[in-house]
Each structure stands twice: as structure tokens, then as C-alpha cells.
């Protein structure tokens, strides 16, 4: 169990003023308290220390932006919030296959069991550079408000664009596969 002193107004502030002392000090009395809050909503396992860390690097950057010293731990908490919640959503998913060169790649299909014409690179192509961009962005698990911010717009109309492009693939697709359905 933590001590209150632990997250005392006068050891935040001292953090926050360049105290490493300090600033160890509060790290190290959160770190059980957030790894306790992990285990309880995903159990034991080697995500939970990544979740720790991430939620300790968190706390540490933006302690400066925390303008009540009083608040630490919840400041804390709702950092580890937003680390579960990233990794709800996938973002702590390896993103790439990794393989072995000398082996030959694996198939998921063989090449006669889908019908032919449809993919996704079709579907894909009927969009525009821009909205082909921001699909692979989500794809690649960035938020809306990071996409906003490496297109140069809002996170607004990131959600409009894809909204559109969803819908102008479930279009080509659907025409495909009426075109193919007609035909066979």
C-alpha cells in the first residue's frame, strides 16, 4: 500500500521543478499501484510490463503540464487509462509479420478459393491519394488526431475522409462483386 506522503503537493512540485530525487521518488511509488491496476484488467503477463512502462513514461512527460500537485495519483490513473485503452484498440499489436528469408512465405489463401476480382487493392484504388493515405494510417493503428496532425487538418475531417472512403469501397466492392455475380 502507498504511502500519502508518497504523492505529497511538495514532492510533485519538486519533480515538476527538476528534482530527480523527487521525481524517482513518485515513479517508484506509482509503479505498483499502476502494475496492481494492470493485472486486475488483463492479468498477469509480459503485456503488463509494457503497460507499466508506458504509463510511467507517460506520467513523466507531462508532469510539467499538471497544474494541481494535489492530483498526482489521478493524474497517474488516467494515464494508465489511456494505456489500456491503447491496448484495447490493438495499438500494442506487432503491426508487421516477421519471417525467416530462407523460408518460403506462407499462404492464407490459395488462389482459387476467393472470387476473382475482389480485393481490397481494387477497392483502394478507387480512392484518392489522400484518402488512400489516411485508410493505411488507421490501418497502421494512428488515432485520428495524430493523422490530423501528420496530413496538416483537422481531426474532424480525418473522420470524414473516412467515413467517405469506407463508403466508396463498400461501393466498389459491392460493384464487383455484382459485376461478377451477373456474369458467372
Do not use: C, W
Not at 9 to 37: F, T
Not at 96 to 124: I, Y
Amino acid at each position: 500500500m502507498s504511502d500519502p506522503a508518497d504523492f505529497a503537493p511538495e514532492r510533485v512540485r519538486a519533480a515538476q521543478n527538476g528534482d530527480e530525487h523527487a521525481l524517482n521518488a513518485l515513479l517508484n511509488a506509482l509503479e505498483p499501484i499502476l502494475r496492481g491496476y494492470f493485472i486486475k484488467r488483463i492479468g498477469r503477463g509480459p503485456d503488463v510490463d509494457d503497460l507499466v512502462q508506458n504509463a510511467l513514461l507517460r506520467v513523466h512527460k507531462g508532469l510539467d503540464d499538471l497544474r494541481k500537485p494535489g492530483s498526482f495519483k489521478s493524474f497517474a490513473m488516467k494515464g494508465a487509462l489511456y494505456e489500456l485503452q491503447d491496448f484495447y484498440r490493438g495499438r500494442y499489436d506487432m503491426k508487421e509479420n516477421l519471417f525467416d528469408p530462407e523460408k518460403p512465405l506462407q499462404r492464407t489463401t490459395e488462389a482459387n478459393d476467393s472470387l476473382p476480382g475482389m480485393d481490397v487493392e481494387r477497392a483502394l484504388e478507387a480512392l484518392s491519394p489522400k484518402a488512400r493515405r489516411i485508410i493505411e494510417l488507421r490501418e497502421y493503428g494512428y488515432r485520428y488526431r495524430e493523422i490530423a496532425q501528420m496530413i496538416d487538418t483537422t481531426e474532424a475531417a480525418i473522420k470524414m475522409q473516412v467515413k467517405r472512403a469506407f463508403d466508396k469501397m463498400r461501393d466498389a466492392l459491392s460493384s464487383l462483386l455484382a459485376f461478377i455475380l451477373v456474369a458467372g
